[in-house]
């Protein structure tokens, strides 16, 4: 199962010059730039775990994709994320994420039913990788 979260989910993975292409646009745009991971790709898991901090000042995307590819290489099998941040308006705002690094295998999920009082009938959804292994042990 691919998960489909961000921009440009429903395209084929993007290589590193559309990559590097994405993240001109967001610096054109005077946007900063973040890098985050995650072995939950739950839909409202959205704080994903930093890595390093948010590039305020970086202005060179060829900087920021050196920032992805050590992300790639210190955590290769799980998801990773670029997030572009619009700060005009006084608060952090994401205006831009894509995914930019997939687990070889992606664990998918799996559709939880809770019968509750009044026979109402509750559903959730939660990945297969929280069920079978904690976290950090995931893939």
């Given at each position: 199962m691919r998960i489909t979260q961000g921009?440009?989910?429903?395209?084929?993975?993007?290589?590193?010059?559309?990559?590097?292409?994405?993240?001109?646009y967001c610096l054109d745009k005077g946007w900063a730039v973040?890098?985050?991971?995650?072995?939950?790709p739950h839909p409202r898991n959205t704080f994903w775990e930093m890595h390093g901090n948010p590039m305020f000042d970086l202005?060179?995307?060829?900087?920021?994709?050196?920032e992805i590819n050590a992300c790639r290489k210190t955590f290769p099998d799980q998801y990773i994320?670029?997030?572009a941040?619009?700060?005009?308006?006084?608060?952090?705002?994401?205006?831009?994420?894509?995914?930019?690094?997939?687990?070889?295998?992606?664990?998918?999920?799996?559709?939880?039913?809770?019968?509750?009082p009044g026979r109402t009938l509750r559903y959730s959804i939660e990945s297969y990788a929280v069920a079978h292994r904690p976290e950090g042990a995931r893939y």
């Amino acid at each position: 199962m691919r998960i489909t979260q961000g921009t440009f989910s429903f395209l084929p993975d993007l290589s590193d010059a559309q990559i590097t292409r994405q993240l001109e646009y967001c610096l054109d745009k005077g946007w900063a730039v973040g890098v985050e991971y995650t072995d939950d790709p739950h839909p409202r898991n959205t704080f994903w775990e930093m890595h390093g901090n948010p590039m305020f000042d970086l202005k060179d995307a060829a900087g920021i994709l050196m920032e992805i590819n050590a992300c790639r290489k210190t955590f290769p099998d799980q998801y990773i994320r670029v997030t572009a941040f619009d700060s005009t308006h006084g608060t952090e705002s994401v205006v831009l994420s894509f995914i930019v690094n997939r687990p070889k295998q992606e664990p998918g999920f799996r559709l939880i039913r809770t019968e509750e009082p009044g026979r109402t009938l509750r559903y959730s959804i939660e990945s297969y990788a929280v069920a079978h292994r904690p976290e950090g042990a995931r893939y």
